[in-house]
Each structure stands twice: as structure tokens, then as C-alpha cells.
């Protein structure tokens, strides 16, 4: 393991609805996770907004960020993310300023410029009243500029969100995110965990381009990570089984509430579908607790990233519970290494 400062950890939570079950357990679960995420050390805990998708409950995210803030007293909370171009910037400062006033020092704004969902689902959220990707760097600036203190003489506020200063995060998963997060002076998570190929593009881009803000004053990278851990590889290797048929769903355009596992994939798909499969899922950690480590420090050594943000698609949630258990003492553990090679390194210098 190369040695650095220490790496925070954190949860990426779409709201699962599993095969049977309904929004109503989804969000029980995703607070009960929660919860135990802020007793592990999990730095933030963030919900992602995705439309017209029958495995996901997370669409209204705000309303599911107060829901989570509210029923923890100390972990971070926000989206990975609000995807911009479906909403008003002004909509969006107020919705998070309001959250900001509610739980002040916990909120965390991450925007993205997809539309999370079909093209179809997009005209239906936006009835041609609201932005296109084209004009997210214009969206972005008016939001950003919704949650500083106001001006004099400006005509709109965002009441409240005006003065909130609420951290903004950019999402990206191409180098045209990185760039725009790199010149703003923002921190940049990668969706690495669903598309890898340009994350270490993006990365080399981000802060080789970063420019100082009054948010941050150096680049801050998360990275995206599946983490699917259980007492034993061949059990979390079953768990896997699950995000596969989802992945292998959407290649085959038929999304669906989150599958059950299965013992393998053998036979349940084509060589091309697997190898589409095998692409999407390339920076998925599964296994024991060891193998487990040994990915993650592989993972954390590749990227310098400063923070992973785990997610798990899961379909047992006390399995799922489970996989964050043991994911969250491995990062105490390779933080505890890196401590010690950082003392060490201290002492010989």
C-alpha cells in the first residue's frame, strides 16, 4: 500500500426496491442504513435522484434527504446526485437551503448533468420549460450563485438558501464534468461504479486543471466503488449475483425491481452480454473481508482518491447491513495502516 493521508468512506444509496417489496420498506431500510452507517464511521451518506426506474425510490431526493437527516444526528447527508438539468436552479437552493436550516453543517449538494432516466422520462420531468444538458455550466454558475449571499440589487433569492453556502459536489462520469469541476474549484466525485472507462482521464484532467475557490483550496476526488462484502468470497460472490441480472437488465433494456441472487450467472447470459456486464462493473470489490482489503487498497492506490463512496445493490437487507458492517472495518483498518506508515514516515524524517 503506497503511503498517504487517510481516505474517508462513505454511502451511495439508491433506495432499492427489491422484487416483492415497495417504496414504503425501500425508505425504511435506506434510514435504517443510515443509522447504522453513522455508528461505523461513515463520512456522509448521500441518495441518488433516478426517474422511471422500477428498482430505484429515490426520486423525490430531497424529500428523502430529510427523511434520512431527520432520523440521524451527525453523519453528512445529501445527493449523489440532483441531476441538474431536470430542475429550476432556483428550486434546487431553496430545497437545500431549506434542508441546510433544518440541519445546519450537514447537508451536501451533488449535481449531475444527466437526466437519470430515458429520454421519454426526461420530456415528461422537464415539458420543455427547463434546461439541456447543453446549458449545465450555465445552470450550475445560477445555482452556486443562489446559495452565496446576495447582492445588492438582485431581484430573486433563493429564500431560504441564499447566504447557505451549502458544499457543492460535481458527479461526472467523462472528462467534460472533470474540467468543469476542476475550473470551479470544486470537489469532483467519478461515477466510476457503473462507468469506469474515463475515470482515470477524468481524474489526471481534474487536477491537473484545478483551479482554488473559496470552497476548496486544493482537488478533492471521490470515486464511485461497488463494494459487495460478505463473511466468505463465495457468499458475497452470490450477493454479486444481484447487481449483475440488474446491469445485464438495463443492456437488455428491461429495468426491474432489484433481483434475487443466484448461485451464478452461468447460463443466464450471452459471451457479448457478459462482457458488457464484466465493463460496467470493472470497479466492483467483492468478496471476504481480506479480499476485500486487498481491493479497496489496490483500488485506493490506482486513483489517490480521498474518499470512496461505497454502494451496494443488495437484495436481503440484513445482508446488505452486513456488507457495510465489514466494509466500514476494512477502511479502519487501512486508515490504521496508513496512520502507522505515516508515523513511521514522520519519525525518519
Do not use: C
Amino acid at each position: 500500500m503506497t503511503p498517504g493521508r487517510l481516505v474517508r468512506y462513505s454511502v451511495l444509496d439508491l433506495s432499492p426496491i427489491v422484487a416483492g417489496g415497495s417504496p414504503a420498506a425501500s425508505f425504511r431500510n435506506s434510514l435504517d442504513l443510515a443509522r447504522h452507517a453513522e455508528r461505523w464511521g461513515y463520512h456522509r451518506y448521500w441518495l441518488a435522484e433516478h426517474h422511471n426506474i422500477p428498482g430505484i425510490a429515490s426520486a423525490a431526493t430531497s424529500v428523502v434527504i430529510g427523511y434520512v437527516a431527520g432520523g440521524t444526528s451527525h453523519i453528512r447527508v445529501g445527493s449523489g446526485g440532483i441531476m441538474l438539468p431536470n430542475h429550476a436552479p432556483l428550486v434546487i437552493a431553496e430545497q437545500f437551503g431549506t434542508l441546510e436550516a433544518l440541519y445546519p453543517g450537514r447537508i451536501d449538494l451533488g449535481v449531475g448533468r444527466a437526466p437519470g432516466g430515458d429520454m421519454p422520462t426526461a420530456r415528461a420531468l422537464r415539458r420543455n420549460l427547463g434546461s439541456s444538458g447543453d446549458t449545465f455550466p450555465q445552470d450550475l454558475f445560477e445555482l452556486l450563485a443562489f446559495l452565496r449571499a446576495p447582492v445588492p440589487g438582485q431581484a430573486v433569492r433563493a429564500i431560504p438558501g441564499a447566504g447557505s453556502n451549502v458544499p457543492v459536489y460535481l458527479l461526472g462520469s467523462s472528462d467534460f464534468s472533470a474540467q468543469l469541476a476542476a475550473e470551479l474549484g470544486l470537489p469532483f466525485a467519478f461515477a466510476s461504479h457503473f462507468a469506469p472507462e474515463y475515470l482515470h482521464v477524468a481524474l489526471a484532467l481534474y487536477r491537473a486543471h484545478f483551479r482554488p475557490s473559496e470552497q476548496l483550496d486544493r482537488p478533492y476526488a471521490m470515486i464511485g466503488v461497488n463494494v459487495i462484502a460478505a463473511d466468505t468470497d463465495d457468499e458475497a460472490r452470490r450477493l454479486f449475483t444481484t447487481l449483475q441480472q440488474q446491469f445485464l437488465n438495463l443492456v437488455r433494456g428491461v429495468p426491474s425491481e432489484i433481483p434475487p441472487p443466484f448461485a451464478g450467472m452461468e447460463g443466464r447470459w450471452s459471451p457479448p452480454e457478459k462482457a458488457h456486464v464484466d465493463r460496467m462493473t470493472h470497479y466492483s470489490v467483492v468478496g471476504s473481508p481480506q479480499t476485500v482489503r486487498e481491493g479497496l487498497e489496490r483500488l485506493i492506490d490506482e486513483t489517490q482518491a480521498d474518499e470512496v463512496i461505497a454502494t451496494a445493490s443488495i437484495f436481503d437487507h440484513p445482508s446488505r447491513l452486513r456488507s457495510f458492517e465489514i466494509a466500514a472495518g476494512v477502511f479502519e483498518e487501512i486508515n490504521a495502516a496508513r496512520t502507522q506508515e505515516l508515523a513511521g514516515t514522520a519519525r525518519l524524517s
